[in-house]
């Protein structure tokens, strides 16, 4: 009797030290669930933060940037980046200033630029012992400087680069990708690094063509 005795008391004492084991187990998985959800709240709160600080969004509006961009496509933008040489970026024209451009940077600050009445020529090869050729000086394509880049500009916008033999610090000459339909550096005139909101990181709609931005 004494062992069956034993025997059901060692039973129920191990079956009751089971149930604990299982209960804290319970326990710890509901805190470690718990410290996990707020670690992840956390990390979105740090993320959503950043997102605000560094980036901001963009909806492509009109046919100016075509093929590379097309109307409703929706960008992320890297606020405050220095643009290079080709980067597509966003601006505020400076007559329209709840508007919202985006174009490609063709001229950075230091490129030679010269005028043929309303000819811009603009190039960034040039070495610096090589003099800039004056402004209405007419050269055939064969005496162009390699490199140099023509572009038609408004006369409003020649008369505002009248004197200028560089682009001057700060400021960039921007085109549309698609050049018969954009209103971009040839009416507008340089643009300042002030008006600029960011450089074009990643198209993230339509889905079918999501990716980084070239």
């Known amino acids: 009797m004494s062992k069956i005795r034993a025997y059901i008391q060692n039973y129920l004492t191990n079956r009751s030290k089971k149930n604990q084991t299982n209960e804290n187990k319970k326990v ?40 590379t961009l097309q109307t409703n496509d929706r960008l992320f933008i890297a606020k405050g980046k220095s643009p290079n040489r080709y980067s597509l970026i966003t601006f505020q ?46 050269l055939s394509g064969e005496e162009l400087p390699d490199g140099t880049l ?5 006369w409003e916008t020649a008369a505002k680069l009248e004197g200028l033999s560089s682009i001057p610090e700060n400021q960039f000459f921007v085109l549309g990708d698609n050049r018969a339909n954009s209103t971009d550096s040839r ?19 339509p889905f079918n063509r999501l990716g980084p931005i070239d």
């Open 28 to 67: 710890e998985m509901k805190k470690s669930r718990k410290l996990s959800k707020e670690i992840l709240f956390i990390l979105c709160m740090i993320i959503g933060i950043f997102f605000l600080i560094k980036i901001k969004t963009h909806m492509v509006s009109g046919e100016s940037m075509l093929p």
């Open 150 to 154: 023509k572009i038609r500009i408004t």
């Open 187 to 205: 009416q507008l005139g340089l643009i300042d690094l002030q008006q600029i909101e960011g450089v074009v990181q990643y198209r993230y709609y």
């Open 93 to 138: 024209p400076r007559e329209e200033k709840e508007e919202s451009y985006v174009k490609r940077v063709m001229g950075m600050p230091g490129d030679r630029i010269w005028l043929d009445h309303n000819t811009l020529y603009l190039n960034y090869q040039m070495s610096d012992t090589n003099p800039t050729p004056q402004n209405n000086w007419y």
